[in-house]
């Protein structure tokens, strides 16, 4: 079975740039999750995919943040402009839980992202 | 927002002994999971223990959970290098949201 796959890998952009982070989830999973880590912490949610609806984006600075899941698949994660504060590997996952139940999050490998 | 804080925040031992990991938490959870990250790589999970249990065990894991004090510990035996990793615990606070992950421990596993 194919894992979450994630692309680009490495991007490093100067601020106030624009990048573009495309996330494939396991297919079937019907909930898709973006996750921010920056170096040093653990990953912090920006928003929540149920199929192709949103179920928590309450974390996503939405002033330049922005992300969609076309047809319930693959999603992007869009940021524009970019801020040095916004360097850090941005993760996505996906699950099969679509109820009440959070179970089991896979994870792609991460886009690491670095704003010069 | 993060919920859990694992305990300590770097731990470092030898090939063969145990590594014992905590986690705290604030609000009611369904759930908690942990979760290893190898240098530069995804989030693997390891274990998930529920509200109603408290203790599992997987491979060389034990998990232990307790609800009154919101507190849980993840217990490694007989380290190997390959071990060395980060480990998160992260909570699953009810009614479909996503988990809430700590900032990790970051173990070190020397020969």
């Known amino acids: 079975e194919a894992g979450v796959a994630q692309s680009p890998r490495y991007k490093i952009i100067e601020k106030r740039q624009s990048v573009a982070f495309w996330c494939n989830p396991i297919?079937?999973?019907?909930?898709l999750y973006w996750y921010q880590q920056i170096l040093g912490q653990g990953p912090k949610l920006l928003i929540q995919f149920q199929n192709n609806g949103v179920v928590d984006d309450s974390q996503l600075p939405k002033d330049r943040f922005s992300a969609e899941r076309l047809k319930g698949v693959d999603s992007t994660l869009k940021i524009q402009p970019a801020k040095l504060e916004d360097s850090a590997v941005y993760l996505c996952a996906s699950s099969l839980a679509s109820g009440e139940n959070t179970g089991e999050l896979f994870f792609g490998e991460g886009s690491r992202l670095t704003v010069l | 927002s993060q919920q859990g804080e694992e305990d300590p925040q770097a731990l470092s031992i030898q090939e063969g002994e145990n590594a014992t990991m905590n986690c705290s938490y604030k609000?009611?959870?369904?759930?908690l999971q942990w979760y290893r990250q190898n240098s530069g790589r995804g989030l693997v999970h390891l274990i998930l223990?529920?509200?109603?249990?408290r203790e599992k065990h997987s491979g060389r894991l034990r998990v232990t959970l307790d609800t009154s004090k919101k507190s849980s510990s993840l217990l490694i035996t007989a380290s190997r290098a390959a071990d060395t990793a980060s480990y998160f615990c992260?909570?699953?606070?009810?009614?479909?949201?996503?988990?809430?992950f700590g900032k990790g421990t970051s173990l070190l596993v020397t020969p």
């Open positions: 992260a909570t699953d606070p009810n009614s479909g949201y996503a988990l809430n």
């Open positions: 297919s079937g999973h019907a909930t």
């Open positions: 609000t009611s959870i369904n759930n």
């Open positions: 223990i529920r509200s109603n249990e």
